[in-house]
């Protein structure tokens, strides 16, 4: 029989209980970084309701690595306290604990979509300066009248605090206990700047070649797998394409070129997402499953596991991608929003016997 949506799957010495995975999503409810029961209702609803993964937003591993001000982060002793209540709850629902760590890079210093989602130039109240692999602003179009957050290019001493940010930050999640670690390289944020020829103008060893190019990604998984526990999962997140077709861009034949590279510096799994590096990207039609084809080809690629995403709700969907050996997870986000109950929905309609909370037997489906 073919592995389901709904048989356990293992990575070094965890296992999940199921194949579904809750997709990181920024709530924009923090404040200074801080978890709170909001983020408490979030991901422990998602632990209740059956996923076998919980992972948390994209959790800043400095200040200046927020996307918004409103962004969660670990970048301090007090931060990993006042989300490790929710580690163990999510913990006690029987889900795997996943934190994914990220640094948002030129694309930082913006208000939450709530409030426009324009950049915050450094000289506003609560803007500052952002890093990158260049010095060129991230263009916003939402900028209001045309004013950008600065942004500065990271200088060797810079780099090696960004890696060694990545890996406190991984010390503080593992100490709270985290079960899965994933670093945050896809979507346009700091990694994915250096990945991509489009924002990668460098000259020295983090730029230019891509060798030089993936640098840095490499470095920081293996910060992070040296400090995380042998017998638990790093994964990482990627944008498999650009999307910008017409130009000197990152694609998906450089994803799985890629993929083995992290392997070797210790990451389990390729979250496999897209796009993101630049405002001029032209999606490609957001139908069912439209991002799958980017993991499928990694797997096939590689033999290295992947996690699939985009635009995945309906269960049987999500089960024939991990029966036909399309993906070795499948990550919802959008959809356990609007249900975060999903994974108990699905397993009745796929006919699994999964257990539920003892709080909602009397809900359970006959």
């Given at each position: 029989m073919p592995d389901s949506l709904f048989t356990p799957f293992t990575l070094r010495d965890t296992e999940f209980r199921n194949r579904v995975m809750l997709s990181p999503m920024c709530q924009y409810s923090a404040d200074d970084g801080f978890a709170n029961d909001w983020h408490r209702v979030h991901l422990g609803s998602r632990a209740a309701g059956g996923a076998g993964v919980v992972m948390t937003e994209a959790t800043a591993v400095e200040p200046r690595g927020r996307i918004t001000p409103n962004c969660l982060g670990i970048w301090s002793d007090e931060h990993a306290e006042a989300i490790e209540p929710i580690v163990d709850f999510v913990k006690s629902q029987g889900a795997t604990a996943g934190i994914q760590l990220a640094h948002a890079g030129r694309k930082a210093s913006h208000r939450p979509p709530a409030e426009g989602g324009d950049p915050i130039p450094e000289d506003r109240e609560?803007?500052?300066?952002?890093?990158?692999?260049?010095?060129?602003?991230?263009?916003?179009?939402?900028?209001?009248?045309?004013?950008?957050?600065?942004?500065?290019?990271?200088?060797?001493?810079?780099?090696?605090?960004?890696?060694?940010?990545?890996?406190?930050?991984a010390?503080?999640?593992?100490?709270?206990?985290?079960?899965?670690?994933?670093?945050?390289?896809?979507?346009?944020?700091?990694?994915?700047?250096?990945?991509?020829?489009?924002?990668?103008?460098?000259?020295?060893?983090?730029?230019?070649?891509?060798?030089?190019?993936?640098?840095?990604?490499?470095?920081?998984?293996?910060?992070?797998?040296?400090?995380?526990?042998?017998d638990e999962p790093v994964f990482v997140r990627i944008s498999a394409t650009d999307w910008l077709p017409d130009r000197d861009s990152w694609d998906v034949d450089d994803s799985v070129r890629l993929a083995p590279l992290l392997a070797e510096a210790g990451a389990d799994l390729i979250d496999v997402s897209g796009g993101g590096i630049h405002p001029d990207q032209r999606l490609p039609g957001a139908g069912p499953g439209y991002q799958v084809p980017y993991?499928?080809?990694?797997?096939?690629?590689?033999?290295?596991?992947?996690?699939?995403?985009?635009?995945?709700?309906?269960?049987?969907?999500?089960?024939?991608?991990?029966?036909?050996?399309?993906?070795?997870?499948?990550?919802?986000?959008r959809e356990m929003l609007r249900h975060p109950y999903w994974p108990l929905e699905a397993a009745h309609e796929l006919g699994a016997d999964v257990e539920w909370p003892v709080q909602y037997r009397r809900g359970r489906f006959d």
């Open positions: 609560r803007g500052w300066e952002t890093v990158s692999a260049t010095d060129a602003p991230y263009p916003d179009p939402d900028a209001d009248d045309g004013e950008l957050a600065s942004t500065r290019r990271l200088d060797g001493e810079g780099i090696d605090e960004v890696i060694d940010a990545f890996a406190a930050a010390e503080r999640s593992r100490e709270i206990g985290f079960e899965v670690a994933e670093v945050h390289a896809a979507h346009g944020y700091l990694l994915h700047q250096f990945l991509s020829p489009v924002t990668n103008d460098r000259d020295d060893e983090y730029g230019g070649s891509y060798e030089n190019r993936t640098r840095l990604l490499r470095e920081v998984v293996e910060a992070v797998r040296e400090v995380w526990p042998d993991a499928e080809a990694i797997r096939e690629g590689t033999d290295v596991p992947v996690a699939a995403v985009g635009g995945i709700t309906e269960p049987t969907h999500a089960d024939a991608l991990v029966r036909n050996g399309r993906a070795d997870l499948v990550a919802l986000g």
